[in-house]
């Protein structure tokens, strides 16, 4: 099992055998709430085990006295069966409104539970993607939601999308609520709030990993975000960026800082991998190669819990994606 948070390391990038791109570029009105669309969606496989553990991110413990990376053991194999949401049915769901940041916001109650969707001022269905942001440990999507700004972040984005943020696992013995991504979109749909039809962009931190290596052949997830969270799942994320069904057409983001070693090492096994040193103050500074690798390797100056509290990350890595912009 992998300890909490490696040492930062030097040089990440020196030793990282991928390509570096070295040139620059630039750096919200809800719509109405409609009558919820079918999900047609194929669901993805489940391990049978728990997942490994993942470390604390609000206190960090000391590194391995040897050596310098995260350690982590194998998760199981996705190919094994496990149990579908139990909150799986056609009822109606029940949700409260109110408004956060100029936005729209739903909280809505399931058996796996809350479900926080969010859309911006300015949101516009036709033309919309959908970010789901996947929380770590130690928290769950109402202490994410409230205590990370989640809504002020996806704000600061830019984004037109609508942010969808679910129950997941806060600790190493507590199983994945929503394995199927396909039953998390009905869930939305079950509270009467339509989903948009255009990209679908998933982000997670830390922990966050043992829920997103499940979606990795959703055939409608078109960009996955790993935050400081590639402690195991190596061969989905794998299937998601070279050897799955739909893997040309997908984009990768992994960002390291406690995980900063392996991550770059994953990053290592692809010749169209580009690999940068900290995030710029701006989007106007990722190089054109940078924006449109299929695999971006990022090590972050900034350490595990600042990457989600900083405000600096989570909405800069929103615009490096196909959503489109307010």
């Given at each position: ?6 040492l ?6 020196t030793?990282l055998?991928?390509?570096r791109?070295?040139?620059?570029l630039?750096a919200?009105?809800?719509s ?5 669309a079918s ?8 391990p049978a085990?728990?997942?490994p553990a ?6 960090p413990a000391?590194?391995p ?10 998760p199981?194999s ?10 799986d049915?056609?009822g109606?769901?029940d ?7 100029g ?5 809505i ?6 479900v ?8 516009d ?8 942001y996947?929380?770590?440990?130690y928290?769950?999507a109402?202490g ?8 002020k ?5 830019r ?6 943020v ?17 039953d998390?979109?009905?869930?939305v749909?079950?509270?009467n709030?339509?989903l948009?039809?255009?990209p ?9 990993f043992?829920?997103v ?9 078109d ?6 969270a ?10 998601f ?7 040309d ?5 992994v960002v390291g ?6 991550s770059?090492e994953?990053?290592?096994?692809y010749?169209?991998a580009?690999a940068?040193?900290g995030f ?10 940078e ?5 971006l390797y990022i090590?972050?100056?900034?350490e595990h ?11 800069l ?10």
């Amino acid at each position: 099992m992998k300890a909490p948070f490696a040492l930062a390391f030097l040089s990440v990038i020196t030793s990282l055998g991928v390509a570096r791109a070295e040139d620059p570029l630039p750096a919200e009105e809800p719509s109405a709430n409609e009558p919820a669309a079918s999900d047609e969606d194929a669901a993805a496989p489940a391990p049978a085990q728990p997942a490994p553990a993942q470390p604390a991110p609000a206190q960090p413990a000391p590194a391995p006295a040897t050596g310098n990376r995260a350690r982590i053991s194998a998760p199981a194999s996705r190919s094994q069966a496990r149990p579908r949401a139990t909150d799986d049915g056609d009822g109606r769901l029940d949700k409260k409104e109110d408004t956060v940041q100029g936005g729209r916001h739903w909280r809505i109650a399931t058996a796996q539970g809350a479900v926080h969707v969010w859309i911006p001022p300015g949101y516009d269905r036709d033309t919309a993607g959908t970010v789901i942001y996947v929380h770590g440990y130690y928290t769950d999507a109402d202490g994410a939601w409230r205590d990370h700004e989640l809504a002020k972040q996806f704000k600061a984005s830019r984004q037109n999308a609508m942010f969808v943020v679910p129950d997941a696992p806060a600790a190493n013995e507590q199983r994945v609520q929503w394995p199927a991504l396909t039953d998390l979109r009905r869930a939305v749909t079950r509270a009467n709030i339509r989903l948009p039809e255009g990209p679908i962009v998933v982000m997670g931190h830390s922990g966050a990993f043992r829920t997103v290596m499940q979606w990795v052949d959703h055939r409608l997830v078109d960009q996955i975000i790993l935050l400081d969270a590639l402690y195991a799942g190596e061969t989905a994320f794998d299937e998601f960026i070279r050897s799955g069904k739909h893997a040309d057409e997908h984009k990768l983001i992994v960002v390291g800082a406690g995980t900063a070693q392996d991550s770059a090492e994953f990053a290592r096994k692809y010749k169209f991998a580009v690999a940068r040193e900290g995030f710029p103050a701006s989007l106007g500074a990722f190089t054109k190669a940078e924006r449109r690798t299929k695999l971006l390797y990022i090590r972050s100056q900034y350490e595990h819990m600042s990457i989600v509290t900083s405000q600096k990350v989570i909405p800069l890595l929103l615009r490096v994606t196909r959503l489109k912009a307010l």
